[in-house]
Nanobody
Framework: QVQLVESGGGLVQAGGSLRLSCAAS????????MGWFRQAPGAEREFVAG????????NYADSVKGRFTIYRDNAKNTVYLQMNSPKPEDTAAYYC?????????????????WGQGTQVTVSS
């Protein structure tokens, strides 16, 4: 089992910045590819960003490419999502997730472990 706890959400102005953190415990963190997803009210959960076990392979949804950065610190068992220049349409609950997949995966169904989520609200 892997336990994931997100933090760092809140209210941010459009064009500002916010950093989300996801602390992992349980199994060896570096054995898991990590992902960030988000879900707005009435919408399906969507992939935001993913990072490989070592951090050397990263992929982003087109909607956040160039604005958001995912990175991880395996020594601290933590994955981060740096959100720069957020837009009102980025408003959602953000979730981190873990998968043992060795390749980049973007479907929520391919992730086995989930955090409880942290709300991000971007004001215009």
């Amino acid at each position: 089992q892997v336990q994931l706890v997100e933090s760092g959400g809140g209210l941010v102005q459009a064009g500002g910045s916010l950093r989300l953190s996801c602390a992992a415990s349980g199994r060896t963190f570096s054995n898991y590819r990590m992902g960030w997803f988000r879900q707005a009210p009435g919408a399906e959960r969507e992939f935001v960003a993913g990072i490989s076990r070592s951090g050397g392979n990263i992929n982003y949804a087109d909607s956040v490419k160039g604005r958001f950065t995912i990175y991880r610190d395996n020594a601290k068992n933590t994955v981060y999502l740096q959100m720069n220049s957020p837009k009102p349409e980025d408003t959602a609950a953000y979730y981190c997730a873990a998968t043992q997949s060795l390749i980049a995966v973007t479907s929520q169904h391919q992730y086995s472990y989930w955090g409880q989520g942290t709300q991000v609200t971007v004001s215009s």
